[in-house]
Each structure stands twice: as C-alpha cells, then as structure tokens.
C-alpha cells in the first residue's frame, strides 16, 4: 500500500489569515485546473468557519477566475431548507454564490429539503456519477478537484462522525440520522470513499476547541486516536490551514479535551 503523502500544514496568526491564504491557494488551483483540463470540481463544507473564506473568494475580482465555469458541489447538507440559517449551501449562496453570479446550472446542490434524505442523498451520488461520467464502482479518475473540509472539536468532518459506519461505507453517499453534535439535525454527507477521490483536500480550523481534534489528526502516532479527518486525504495533497489556537500540537495543547472527555 502507497504510504500517504505527509499532510501540508499552514499556520496563521488567526482565521482571517489563514482562510485568506486558502483562499489564494484555492484560485490558484482554479486557475490551473480550468487551464489544463477545462473543469474545476469544487466540493464545500458548512458551519461557521468557512464564511471567512467564502467572502475573501467572493470579494477578489483580480483573480482571473472564471467562477461560472466552476461546479460547486458539498461535503455535506443539513436536512433543511435552502433558506434555512444552517443551511450549507445556504451559507454558500449568500456570501459567494449569489454576489458571483454563479449560473445554476454550476451548482450541485444536495436537496436537504427532501421528504426522503435517501432518495436526496441516491440523486446526489448520481448527480455526481454524472459529473465524472462513471460510478463508485470504477477506480477512474479523480472524482473531484478540491474538497474544502472543516473539523470538528470531536474529529468529525463533513458529516463524518466517530463509530458512523459511513466511514466504511463504498457508497459515495450517505445520511446520518443522529449527529451527535449541535445542530442535530439528520445529514447527508460524502463518504471517505468519495472524499478521498479528491485530488486535493484542504482543510480550514481555527479556535482552540479545534487544538484536540487537529492534533490527533496530524499526530497519529502520538495518541493512537484516528478521527473520522484522519481517514480523508487527497490523492494528491492533503493540506491543513489553521490558525495558532487549533494548530495541534503533539501534547495536543491547553485546548479543550474531546467533548466526550466530559
Ligand atoms: C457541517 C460541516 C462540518 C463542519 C465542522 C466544523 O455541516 O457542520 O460540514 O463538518 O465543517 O462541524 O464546523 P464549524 O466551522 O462551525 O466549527
């Protein structure tokens, strides 16, 4: 087996630094993509976190990117409304979307809304199987360009929880019915079996809750503790943009302790 590529780590003084760095890094990689293969496959996460990086993209006109020619797909999708405050795509649209233009057409949206989140989360790996023209089956090609992924303090990411048997799923989707953090609402998320068909996957935390969770992804051996984070890398990098307060640290830092720690 392959060893995995060690992860690339960017540490910033604080979320605005760091999410403006991804930010760059994010253009570049758009840039490059729509040059050499005329598409750039974009996966976004929610939450909190990432609105930082949403606008610092939405708000730099002198990037040269063509954003209507890039598909937006998602991590991951509350079950609720677009309209709905904890609405992934929702946060999505209002700070970067929306003020881009971006034809509907380019957004891949998962219907969280759905009566039945099996029948969204079946039309959302189909939407995706269309998109890279073959299924979960086919080893292929990479299925996406860039997963841009936050973490949470107990190591989930997208809606990947520890013990979820999404993370051994072969499926590139699932529902999670019981997140075990706010909002506890039921998920569709990408599986790893997705997500690791990214060539890229970046990472974006920030605050100390994060330290726990960020340390035992990049520490492994350290803790002897595999986060569902840990188990999602790109095929070809795997990149961590965090601020001082979630850097990680072997010792895991002052941070807080797991959630479960009590
Ligand atoms: C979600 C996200 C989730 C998020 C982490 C961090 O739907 O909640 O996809 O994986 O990235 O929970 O969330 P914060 O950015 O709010 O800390």
């Given at each position: 087996m392959v060893p995995a590529v060690a992860p690339r780590v960017e540490v910033g003084v604080d979320l605005a630094t760091v999410a403006g760095r991804l930010a760059r890094r994010v253009e570049t990689l758009a840039l490059e993509s729509l040059e050499r293969r005329g598409r750039f496959g974009l996966a976004l996460s929610g939450g909190s976190t990432p609105e930082a990086l949403f606008r610092s993209l939405a708000g730099d006109?002198?990037?040269?990117?063509?954003?209507?020619?890039v598909d937006f797909f998602w991590a991951d999708e509350r079950?609720?409304?677009?309209?709905?405050?904890?609405s992934n795509y929702g946060l999505a649209a209002r700070t970067w979307l929306e003020p881009r233009a971006i034809?509907?057409?380019r957004v891949h949206r998962i219907?969280?809304?759905?009566?039945?989140l099996e029948a969204a989360s079946g039309a959302y790996e189909r939407d995706l199987q269309n998109y890279l023209g073959s299924g979960p089956e086919s080893g292929g090609?990479?299925?996406?360009?860039l997963a841009i992924l936050g973490i949470g303090?107990?190591?989930?990411?997208?809606?990947?929880?520890?013990?979820?048997p999404l993370l051994e799923s072969s499926a590139w989707t699932g529902v999670e019915r019981s997140p075990p953090l706010d909002p506890r609402v039921p998920r569709i998320s990408l599986t790893p079996a997705a997500l690791n068909r990214s060539r890229i996957v970046a990472f974006l935390a920030a605050g100390d809750e994060k330290r726990w969770a960020v340390a035992r992804v990049l520490h492994p051996d350290a803790f002897g503790v595999r986060p569902p984070a840990a188990r999602v890398r790109g095929l070809e990098s795997t990149e961590w943009f965090v601020d001082r307060a979630a850097g990680g640290s072997p010792a895991g830092g002052t941070g807080a302790g797991r959630p479960s720690d009590g």
């Amino acid at each position: 087996m392959v060893p995995a590529v060690a992860p690339r780590v960017e540490v910033g003084v604080d979320l605005a630094t760091v999410a403006g760095r991804l930010a760059r890094r994010v253009e570049t990689l758009a840039l490059e993509s729509l040059e050499r293969r005329g598409r750039f496959g974009l996966a976004l996460s929610g939450g909190s976190t990432p609105e930082a990086l949403f606008r610092s993209l939405a708000g730099d006109r002198s990037s040269g990117v063509d954003w209507t020619a890039v598909d937006f797909f998602w991590a991951d999708e509350r079950a609720v409304p677009p309209s709905d405050p904890r609405s992934n795509y929702g946060l999505a649209a209002r700070t970067w979307l929306e003020p881009r233009a971006i034809p509907p057409i380019r957004v891949h949206r998962i219907s969280g809304e759905s009566d039945s989140l099996e029948a969204a989360s079946g039309a959302y790996e189909r939407d995706l199987q269309n998109y890279l023209g073959s299924g979960p089956e086919s080893g292929g090609p990479a299925l996406l360009d860039l997963a841009i992924l936050g973490i949470g303090p107990d190591g989930h990411t997208a809606s990947l929880f520890p013990d979820s048997p999404l993370l051994e799923s072969s499926a590139w989707t699932g529902v999670e019915r019981s997140p075990p953090l706010d909002p506890r609402v039921p998920r569709i998320s990408l599986t790893p079996a997705a997500l690791n068909r990214s060539r890229i996957v970046a990472f974006l935390a920030a605050g100390d809750e994060k330290r726990w969770a960020v340390a035992r992804v990049l520490h492994p051996d350290a803790f002897g503790v595999r986060p569902p984070a840990a188990r999602v890398r790109g095929l070809e990098s795997t990149e961590w943009f965090v601020d001082r307060a979630a850097g990680g640290s072997p010792a895991g830092g002052t941070g807080a302790g797991r959630p479960s720690d009590g």
